[in-house]
Nanobody, 120 residues
Framework: QVQLVESGGGLVQAGGSLRLSCKVS????????MGWYCQAPGKKRVLVAT???????NYADSVKGRFTISRDDAKNTVYLQMNTLKPEDSAVYYC??????????????WGQGTQVTVSS
């Protein structure tokens, strides 16, 4: 079973920075794409940023130039560096990863989420 555990959320003032981490563990044979999504109260979960196995990145327009996604495959970890945070960035941030496990089965689990709150 593949599990994702996020960390790094918290309370920060507008203009500040946070770095989220998400470690993937379990019986992964390969990790393909990794990504971050967020969900504000009463709203749908939406894409923040993704990174492919080859390092290609994709960002939501609202975070371009402020957030940076990266991955360390040796540590099975994906990061989200969040700079110049705005109150509208406040949400629960979820990590996602997909790949093939040791049994040759596709996996695509979600983490439990980490709260990010930006005060004005």
């Amino acid at each position: 079973q593949v599990q994702l555990v996020e960390s790094g959320g918290g309370l920060v003032q507008a203009g500040g920075s946070l770095r989220l981490s998400c470690k993937v563990s379990g019986s992964m044979f390969v990790i393909n794409g990794m990504g971050w999504y967020c969900q504000a109260p009463g709203k749908k979960r939406v894409l923040v940023a993704t990174i492919s196995r080859g390092g290609r990145t994709n960002y939501a327009d609202s975070v371009k130039g402020r957030f940076t996604i990266s991955r360390d495959d040796a540590k099975n970890t994906v990061y989200l560096q969040m700079n110049t945070l705005k109150p509208e960035d406040s949400a629960v941030y979820y990590c996602n990863a997909d790949g093939i496990n040791d049994g040759g089965i596709y996996y695509n689990p979600w983490g439990q989420g980490t709260q990010v709150t930006v005060s004005s």
